[in-house]
C-alpha cells in the first residue's frame, strides 16, 4: 500500500545546530507540503513542492529550507535550530489539481515528528 | 489572503448530534475540506465540499454556503471515539495546490 512516512519521529537538538527532517511518500504525488502545528494554532504551512526542482515559501518560512530532487522526497532543513521551532511538523502530499471531482486532492499527512529545540 | 474562524472547543453527549461551524474570508475560493485529528496522531481527510448543499457521508456531513462564505460539519449519533480536533481547510482559487486551516475544534464527547 502507498503511504508517507517521516523520520525520524521524535528529535531532540540543541540550539543553532543544523536539523533535517525526512519526508518519504510512494504515492507518487506531485504536491508535497511541510506544516508544522503548535498547541493553540491549527497548521501552518513551512514550505511547499508542485514538483521536482519546484518549491515555494509558505506563510512561516524563516529559518527552513527544502530542496526537491526527486518526486518521493522532500527533506526539511532548519539551517540553525531555534527554541522557536519546538513543534510537531507534518508532511503531507497530494495529487496536482485538475482533478476535481470525488475528494478535491485532498492531503494525506505523514505522522509527524517531535521537535524539541534545547 | 485566507481568514477561518471555527470555535476553540465543544463538549457533546455520547447519542446525540453536534455542528461544528467554519467561516471563511478569502481572495480566492476553490473549496473547502473538513480533516479530523486524534491527539497525537495525523490529520486525516473527512470531506470535501466544493458547490453549495450539504454532502453526506454516513454519520457525518458537510454543508458548504459560498456566498455567506460558512460552512459546518455535522456529527450524528456520536460515538467516544468521535473525540478528536476538527480542522477546516480552505483551497486557494490561483493556487489551487495548496489550502489554508484554520485552528480546529476540539471537540470532547462524553459518556
Known amino acids: 500500500d502507498a503511504e508517507i512516512t517521516q523520520s525520524p519521529r521524535h528529535k531532540i537538538t540543541e540550539t543553532g545546530r543544523q536539523v533535517t527532517l525526512a519526508c518519504h511518500q510512494t504515492?507518487?504525488?506531485?504536491?508535497m507540503f511541510w506544516y508544522r502545528q503548535d498547541l493553540g494554532h491549527g497548521l501552518r504551512l513551512i514550505h511547499y513542492?508542485?514538483?521536482?526542482?519546484?518549491?515555494n515559501k509558505g506563510e512561516v518560512s524563516d529559518g527552513y529550507s527544502v530542496s526537491r530532487s526527486n518526486t518521493e522526497d522532500l527533506p526539511l532543513t532548519l539551517e540553525s535550530a531555534a527554541s522557536s521551532q519546538t513543534s510537531v511538523y507534518f508532511c503531507?502530499?497530494?495529487?496536482?489539481?485538475?482533478?476535481?471531482?470525488?475528494?478535491?486532492?485532498?492531503?494525506?499527512f505523514g505522522p509527524g515528528t517531535r521537535l524539541t529545540v534545547l | 489572503g485566507q481568514n477561518i474562524d471555527q470555535p476553540t472547543e465543544m463538549t457533546a453527549t455520547e447519542g446525540a448530534i453536534v455542528q461544528i461551524n467554519c467561516t471563511y474570508q478569502?481572495?480566492?475560493?476553490?473549496?473547502l475540506f473538513w480533516y479530523q485529528q486524534h491527539a497525537g496522531e495525523a490529520p486525516t481527510f473527512l470531506s470535501y465540499?466544493?458547490?453549495?448543499g450539504l454532502e453526506e457521508k454516513g454519520r457525518f456531513s458537510s454543508f458548504l454556503s459560498r456566498s455567506k462564505g460558512y460552512s459546518y460539519l455535522l456529527l450524528k449519533e456520536l460515538q467516544m471515539k468521535d473525540s478528536a480536533s476538527y480542522l477546516c481547510?480552505?483551497?486557494?482559487?490561483?493556487?489551487?495546490?495548496?489550502?489554508?486551516f484554520g485552528d480546529g475544534t476540539t471537540l470532547t464527547v462524553k459518556p
Open positions: 481547510a480552505v483551497r486557494h482559487n490561483t493556487n489551487a495546490g495548496k489550502s489554508t
Open positions: 513542492s508542485y514538483g521536482v526542482q519546484d518549491t
Open positions: 465540499n466544493v458547490l453549495d
Open positions: 478569502t481572495s480566492g475560493f476553490n473549496g
Open positions: 504515492w507518487n504525488h506531485n504536491n
Open positions: 503531507a502530499s497530494s495529487t496536482a489539481p485538475g482533478n476535481l471531482g470525488g475528494r478535491g486532492n485532498e492531503q494525506f
